[in-house]
């Protein structure tokens, strides 16, 4: 069965530094998404992007965030200069366009992200 | 913000059905119900979804009530690998983006 694949599993840096978060979404998927989750908190919607661009955001996701995807394939999220706060399990999800088939939105494992 | 109630935690023996309910009492006509689960700090797993009839599929059973007001995932029969946290969610319509409001969810804790 076709799955997001995110990378890496684990990632410690240290506050201030930049970082990115990889994503391989299913390929014929067309939207694309990161969320997030504080240790013991909720999971929280950060980003969704479409066509190339920001289709929503949540007010967690300021200016520190940014979304690309570079190729056909890849999604990161980077976080320019990171704070104790940013540290959490990342996940990116994808899903398929609407229409006759309803959306399903299907999570990577996630990225565990230390900011020390 | 989540639109959900969900009971914080339930116990179900192995083998026996798990059944979880959900109060969504203000969806409208156009909100689907969504249920995921996630196994430790994995990413949540889609389960199964419904806007008002009841579904099957080869994980569990969703069934809504008349009034759409609540519903209940059913776990035909529990395992000790379905012990997760289990999340009943609201979406909008079907062509907007998949912008899924987790709730705390309902940790079920399947016992042998």
């Known amino acids: 069965e076709p799955e997001v694949t995110q990378t890496p599993s684990h990632q410690v840096t240290q506050m201030g530094q930049e970082v990115i978060l990889r994503c391989v979404p299913i390929?014929?998927?067309?939207?694309f998404y990161w969320y997030r989750q504080i240790l013991g908190q909720k999971v929280e919607f950060l980003v969704s992007?479409?066509?190339?661009?920001?289709?929503?955001k949540s007010e967690i996701f300021d200016d520190q965030f940014s979304v690309e995807r570079p190729d056909g394939s890849n999604f990161t999220l980077k976080i320019r200069s990171t704070k104790l706060e940013d540290s959490a399990m990342y996940f990116c999800?994808?899903?398929?366009?609407?229409?006759?088939?309803?959306?399903?939105?299907?999570f990577g494992s996630g990225t565990q992200l230390s900011v020390l | 913000d989540a639109k959900t109630t969900q009971p914080p935690s339930m116990d179900c023996a192995e083998g026996r059905a798990a059944n979880l309910p959900c109060n969504h009492s203000?969806?409208?006509?156009?909100?689907?119900v969504y249920w995921y689960r996630q196994i430790h700090s994995q990413g949540p797993q889609y389960i199964i979804h419904?806007?008002?009839n009841n579904e099957t599929n080869e994980m569990a059973s969703l069934i809504i009530t008349e009034d759409r007001k609540s519903s209940t995932l059913i776990l035909p029969h529990a395992t000790l690998r379905d012990t997760a946290v289990y999340y009943c969610?609201?979406?909008?319509?079907?062509?907007?983006?998949?912008?899924?409001?987790f709730g705390s969810g309902t940790k079920l804790n399947v016992k042998p």
């Open positions: 999800a994808s899903s398929e366009p609407g229409g006759v088939v309803e959306e399903k939105l299907f």
């Open positions: 390929s014929n998927h067309l939207y």
């Open positions: 992007f479409y066509n190339n661009e920001i289709s929503e």
């Open positions: 203000t969806i409208s006509g156009n909100e689907y």
């Open positions: 419904g806007l008002k």
């Open positions: 969610i609201v979406r909008v319509g079907r062509y907007n983006f998949n912008k899924f409001y």
